[in-house]
């Protein structure tokens, strides 16, 4: 079945320095993945798309990589500051065959805090 | 433009009673997503919705779980009896619908079950 993996144990880092999550899937052949930030009760909310043809993608201080051969995301924060300390989902994603969106399945998250 | 509503945002029932959560999503959008999600972990798909069609269930405890979607708008979750292990965060999502759609999420209906 549909595995999704990512650094359960928290990530604390210094204020200003490079964060770095991983999200790695198997027995899956996604074709998108998306990455989304959740704070503390509250709902999930869209950060980042890459497509299974892209290497990389950029967006302000975020990056974010996919390597199909590795079966791997990664989600870097550069220049961390405290208001970045959320949990952070990744959902590898391929469209149903009548190309509508279908279902996302998420990791169960990687917290990360950083301290100023 | 309105996000997706959710109601209510909090409720604590005893066990063996039943309780509904209510969404409401973005105007217009085809797919509504219901997810549990149990603290310290992510959300779990429960049930999903391409207009007012059931696209995947395979993950709903239909001993105990339903959910509709009226005329393909609204939809409800509605929990009979509830277990203890039923305390967690409903989130409701809604896309589009079509291709590479991202989610947009409700800020969830937090249950306790005594």
């Known amino acids: 079945s549909q595995k999704i993996e990512q650094n359960s144990e928290a990530l604390n880092i210094q204020e200003g320095k490079t964060a770095t999550l991983t999200c790695n899937y198997t027995n899956y052949s996604p074709a998108y993945l998306q990455w989304y930030r959740q704070d503390p009760g509250r709902g999930p909310v869209f950060l980042l798309l890459i497509r299974e043809n892209e290497k990389e993608k950029r967006k302000e201080r975020l990056k974010v990589t996919f390597d199909t051969t590795l079966k791997q995301s990664l989600f870097h924060i550069t220049a961390s500051q405290p208001a970045d300390s959320a949990t952070y989902l990744c959902a590898p994603h391929r469209p149903d065959g009548s190309g509508n969106t279908g279902k996302l399945i998420f990791g169960q998250g990687t917290t990360l805090q950083v301290k100023p | 433009e309105a996000g997706v509503a959710q109601s209510p945002r909090y409720k604590i029932i005893e066990k063996r009673q039943s309780v509904a959560f209510w969404c409401n999503p973005i105007?217009?959008?085809?797919?509504l997503y219901w997810y549990q999600q149990i603290l310290g972990q992510g959300p779990k798909l429960l049930i999903q919705f391409q207009n007012n069609g059931v696209v995947d269930d395979s993950q709903l405890p239909k001993d105990r779980f339903s959910a509709e979607r009226l005329k393909g708008v609204d939809s409800t979750l509605k929990i009979q009896p509830a277990k203890l292990e039923d305390s967690a965060v409903y989130l409701c999502?809604?896309?589009?619908?079509?291709?590479?759609?991202?989610?947009?999420f409700g800020e969830g209906s937090r249950l306790t079950v005594l």
């Open positions: 999502a809604s896309s589009l619908g079509r291709g590479v759609g991202e989610l947009f």
């Open positions: 105007s217009g959008h085809a797919t």
